[in-house]
């Protein structure tokens, strides 16, 4: 059931890229064009959908949010020492250590989350969102 459902949404992932292929290529999107979609995507988008993501009552299961962000942060820690030591090993440049580190997560794991779980879990996958922002701007940021 799941499998079927998770099949669905990865089907919708690439009907949408093909879509967004198609546009740039007949030309209706050029360079800054892209640049204004991500930046309405990073600045409005991402927020409004985290800020509705704790729209929820009080409830003590809320504190499975506390677990889920230490979990977040110890992974993301575990996740930084591999690529770093996988960045000196292949000579990689502080980019391409950036980008390994810092996915698009947020643009694949919430509708995933959605489908698969239900809008009620979208809450613990900000938890990991948040941590993973956070440490983007300010060590991401140091790291450029």
């Not at 309405?40 to 927020?47: A, F, G, K, N």
């Not at 409004?48 to 977040?72: D, H, P, T, W």
């Not at 996958?125 to 983007?136: D, E, G, N, R, Y």
Request: charged content about 10%; glycine content about 6%.
């Amino acid at each position: 059931m799941i499998t079927l459902q998770l099949l669905q949404q990865i089907i919708v992932f690439f009907l949408m890229m093909a879509c967004g292929y198609a546009v740039v290529k007949c030309g209706l999107i050029d360079a800054k064009s892209s640049k204004t979609l991500s930046v309405i995507c990073i600045y409005i988008i991402m927020p409004c959908v985290m800020i509705n993501a704790f729209q929820i009552e009080y409830s003590r299961s809320i504190n499975g949010l506390k677990l889920a962000g230490i979990a977040s942060l110890l992974l993301l820690i575990i996740l930084l020492l591999i690529v770093n030591l996988i960045g000196k090993l292949l000579n990689l440049s502080e980019v391409e250590i950036m980008s390994i580190y810092y996915s698009n997560s947020g643009n694949l794991v919430i509708p995933l989350v959605i489908v698969v779980l239900g809008e009620e879990w979208v809450i613990y996958a900000s938890a990991f969102l948040s941590v993973q922002m956070i440490l983007m701007w300010t060590h991401g940021q140091s790291l450029m």
